[in-house]
């Protein structure tokens, strides 16, 4: 097996052109190398009226070591000498062999073409998916051949750079230097990058149906154009030929994923096998599909489960005077709704019913929150609304200089919102008294989040800002546009995102980016972590779901419209709403589709939920209570 | 502040060592001051002709020289504008190290992995099959080897007995010099209050397992002794390979 250091060999041709060997073969050019050799053309001068060209292999001295080198020299002999015994039109014809000094050289047939690697990095689009089937069905006859030779030869190295199209486009296996040389159990010869080896050639053992792996291995590689020694072994199932190169039909990858099965058995059990089934897929081969049970497993089936938009029928629906755009909650037998039209609604969880309704004098876009027996919430009126849960009536009201977009946080006794003043206000829960205000470089609309002695909120400004419990400011994070998202935290980090389409984790402490993770649009929608994943949208369409300790996509899905509402993650399930009017329902660990309900307008506001419903609004005006 | 203790040994068969080691902390004192930091590396050398032992240092020295450069100058001035994320830091600073052995030592390459450690916050960067564990009252292994052996463990194909005794266990997946843009492992994770970090090489884990590492590093106060307990009992299992190791501590509020 050729070790991954290949191209490091760092020999040069020691041939000049213009030489000649043996006074006889006279270099012309150099037409190849690998990691073994140097290949030259040269011109058999023993025909000195007609040119007869010839390809000459010169043995690089892989080592220092005698015992080492005489190995090689062995097995270089053993390449010419079998050469001489095949007789196949795929296999170039051996004239010579001889050694000077400490090198060795083959002399042979020379090829007039160029090398299938070569094909592949000239080539700017993926190869004729025909055509590369016909050099499969070109090369199962010729390592047919080869396994029923007496005795039989396994190629063992069968990879596009092994492999010519001559001039007149038939394939010519060359390089029959099998034995190669590899050091065990030393780290610097690293077979890792290989790729296109089978499992059982990293054993050292190796038979007929690893050439059927290793030609699986290289049309892989020609359909793909994804090199398979610059990717991890036997990792053909994450790159789905199909996905990469739409135009392979279905069969042809079939076949190509039953010869890298990864037990031999499961692979096509000799070359015939293999070559019937290519035949299909050349120029005028007529389909048949790979029996069905034989092919490889487990390309994830991405059957979507039933994703009924009318399945799902709401418990129950409530009908407002304007958009809701906040997020409800749902407390004791309560749930607790703002609407753009200023009201606060109450409605009872099991049935819908209007319980009471609380008018502010401008729109309600946030989400309440509750402390004992209070409703508080801000309203675009510029006030912070304490309303009593049980009548609906006022409990007292505090006045900021512009209107509130924010949602309260309530920790230590204090109501913490931010206002479009520029300020964070700290109030006391109880009286509505202020107790301090933080003033900041622009609004303030996203939630604050409190957590042990600090309170967090991203600004219009473009900042983050944590700040102590008496306001003062401990650090303060730079983002280039606007934080309307709100954070939340997690190992030790704060997440949120920002109109500069980036979500950031900070360390919570210092408030250094610990990383950042970029989306293709601005990012109002507030982050939530579950099951160390972070989920949010983003208004290029998509619900991400992002792992917060190394910061890797774990899936994405791609909604129809932006994706500004947060997300809520309840029994397994992330839901969240899209200006494309669903609220969809995914699989927390795949962000597969478990269903979506479509209201009457863009969802751009987020979802609460108890054991037996979530709520949530829309800009139809009506807010929707679906059964879990 | 920092505890740390280190073993840097080449064991009983080979005859010079191939791995490097660098510790670099600091201290900040002052009313805006930032907290202190460390940056820990281990990285192992491969390739023949005392190629592997040049390689590890030059990846170790780039690395290590990229981090302070970058995240110490922020440090010292605190978050300037567009500052990069940490781990933007860390992994263009891979990709240095890459390229200087790339360029310089064609033909070898070397694990690298390395642990910044900063408020309470750890942040680790990792190629290879050199390893971060957090061991405290259990053993956690943070990093995943890019080694042939570790992903036919997770595809299945063997199991993690067999993998102790697999043949290729040091055929790597991924090493730093070896290709253009190489992409790396990054992770952060809190300080666990009690824990220790610990950074070690394929010639401690390879020999001692998770069980005898927590147990022998339990057994000693201090990280000096615990790592040298470790090289010990490593070489006792015959040190087929060089052992090195870091174990920190973290004292007080950072
Ligand atoms: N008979 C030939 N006629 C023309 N060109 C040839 C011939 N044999 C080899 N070549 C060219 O030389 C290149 C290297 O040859 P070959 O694969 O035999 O070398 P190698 O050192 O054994 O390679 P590696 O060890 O990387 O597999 C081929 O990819 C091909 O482009
Ligand atoms: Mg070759």
Redesign the pocket.
């Known amino acids: 097996m ?1 070790n991954s250091l ?1 191209q490091h060999t760092g020999g040069t041709a020691s041939l000049v052109v213009g030489t000649t060997l043996e006074n006889r073969y006279l270099v012309i050019r150099v ?9 030259y ?1 040269a011109r058999d001068m023993r025909f000195p009226s007609v040119t007869r060209l ?2 000459v ?1 010169e ?2 001295n892989p080592s220092k070591d005698e015992a080492v080198r005489q190995t090689a020299v062995q097995s270089f002999e053993r390449e010419a000498n079998l050469l001489a015994t095949l007789n196949h039109p795929a296999i ?1 014809r051996v004239y010579d062999y001889f050694t000077i000094g400490e090198r060795s050289f083959l002399v ?8 299938l ?2 094909i592949l990095t000239e080539s700017n689009d993926f190869l004729p998916t025909t055509m590369v089937a016909h050099w499969g069905v070109e090369l199962c006859h010729v390592i047919h051949y080869l396994h029923h030779h007496q005795p039989p030869v396994i190629f063992r ?1 069968i ?1 596009p ?4 199209s001559d001039e007149h486009e038939n394939i ?1 296996l ?4 099998i034995a ?1 040389l590899f050091e065990p159990d030393r780290k610097g010869t690293m077979i890792g990058t290989e790729g296109y080896s089978p499992p059982e050639q990293y054993r050292g053992e190796a038979g007929p149906l690893s050439d059927v792996y290793a030609l699986g291995a290289t049309l892989h590689h020609l359909l793909s154009r994804r090199d398979p020694r610059i990717e991890p072994p036997f990792s053909w199932h994450d790159r789905p030929l199909r996905q990469i190169n739409p135009s392979v039909p279905e069969g042809l990858d079939q076949a190509v994923m039953k010869a890298l099965a990864y037990e031999p058995e499961q692979r096509f059990q000799d070359m015939k096998a293999f070559q019937a089934v290519l035949a299909q897929f050349t120029e005028g081969g007529q389909p048949i599909v790979v029996s069905a049970a034989s092919v490889a497993p487990a390309v994830a089936a991405a059957v979507a489960p039933a994703t009924s938009e009318d399945g799902i029928q709401p418990k129950w629906e409530f009908t407002c005077e304007d958009e809701i755009r906040g997020t409800p909650v749902i407390v004791k037998d309560t749930v607790l709704v703002g609407a753009y039209d200023n009201n606060l609604y109450a409605l009872k969880p099991s049935s819908g019913e209007f319980i009471w309704k609380y008018a502010a004098e401008g729109g309600l876009t946030g989400k309440p929150a509750v402390f004992e027996d209070n409703i508080i919430v801000g309203s675009e009126d510029k006030r912070v609304h304490a309303v009593s849960l049980i009548t609906g009536k006022v409990a007292w009201t505090y006045y900021t200089e512009a209107e509130v977009r924010s949602s309260p946080t309530i920790a230590e006794g204090h109501v913490f919102i931010g206002s479009d003043d520029a300020k964070l206000h700290a109030i006391n829960v109880m009286y509505g008294r202020g107790a301090w205000k933080t003033e900041v470089d622009g609004p303030i609309r996203s939630t604050p989040l409190a957590s042990s002695d600090r309170i967090y909120f991203g600004c219009e400004s473009g900042d983050c800002y944590s700040v102590d419990l008496r306001g003062e400011i401990k650090w303060k994070f730079h983002s280039k546009r606007a934080i309307t998202s709100s954070p939340c935290e997690g190992n030790g980090l704060l997440y949120f995102g920002s109109v500069d389409s980036l979500l950031y984790a900070l360390d919570i402490k210092s408030g250094w980016a610990a990383w950042r993770f970029r989306t293709n649009n601005a990012i109002i929608s507030s982050p939530t972590i579950a099951q160390g994943l972070v989920i949010f949208g983003s208004a290029d369409g998509r619900i991400y779901a992002v792992d917060g300790r190394s910061s890797k996509e774990k899936w994405h899905f791609e909604t129809e419209g932006q994706v500004t509402a947060n997300p809520l993650v309840q029994g397994g399930l992330v839901y969240c709403g899209s200006v494309d009017g669903h609220l969809y329902a995914l699989e927390l660990m795949t962000g597969k589709l478990r269903w979506k309900f479509l209201t009457g307008g863009p969802i751009t506001g987020g979802i609460s939920a108890n054991e037996e419903m979530i709520v949530f609004g829309s800009t139809d005006h009506k807010i929707y209570a679906l059964p879990l | 502040m920092f505890r740390f203790g280190i073993t840097y040994e080449t064991g009983r068969v080979r005859q010079s060592n191939e791995d490097c080691l660098v510790v670099i902390t600091s201290l900040q004192q002052g009313d805006t001051a930032s907290p202190y930091y460390g940056l820990f590396v281990v990285a192992d050398g491969m390739g023949g002709h005392e190629q592997g032992e040049r390689a590890s240092q030059l990846a170790a020295q780039t690395f290590a020289r990229e981090v302070i450069s970058r995240f110490g100058a922020q440090w010292l001035g605190g978050v300037s504008e567009n500052s990069e994320s940490i781990q933007e830091i860390l992994e263009s600073s891979i990709l240095r190290a890459n390229q200087a052995v790339m360029l310089n030592l064609p033909g070898s390459g070397t694990t690298l992995t390395a642990a910044l450690v900063f408020s309470r916050q750890i942040f680790f960067t990792h190629i290879g099959d050199s390893r971060a564990y957090l061991v405290g009252k259990e053993i956690r292994q943070i990093t995943h080897d890019h080694s042939l052996v570790q992903r036919l463990v997770d595809q299945g194909h063997i199991s993690s007995e067999e993998a102790g005794r697999f043949a290729q266990r040091n055929v790597l997946l991924k090493a730093v010099g070896q290709v253009e843009g190489i992409e790396t492992d990054f992770l952060t994770i809190p300080w666990e209050k009690g824990s220790r970090l610990l950074l070690c090489t394929d010639g401690l884990w390879g020999v001692l397992s998770d069980s005898e590492i927590l147990r022998i590093t339990g057994n000693y106060e201090s990280p000096q002794d615990a790592a040298m307990a470790l090289s010990r009992q490593a070489n006792i299992m015959g040190g087929p390979d060089n052992i090195s190791a870091i174990i920190v501590e973290m004292t007080g509020e950072p």
């Open positions: 050729t290949r037409v190849g190398s690998g990691g073994m050799s140097w290949v053309q010839a390809a292999k043995m690089l170039p042979m047939e020379f090829v007039n073409g160029k090398d690697e070569a190295d990879k750079s092994n492999i010519m010519r060359v390089d029959f230097g190669k």
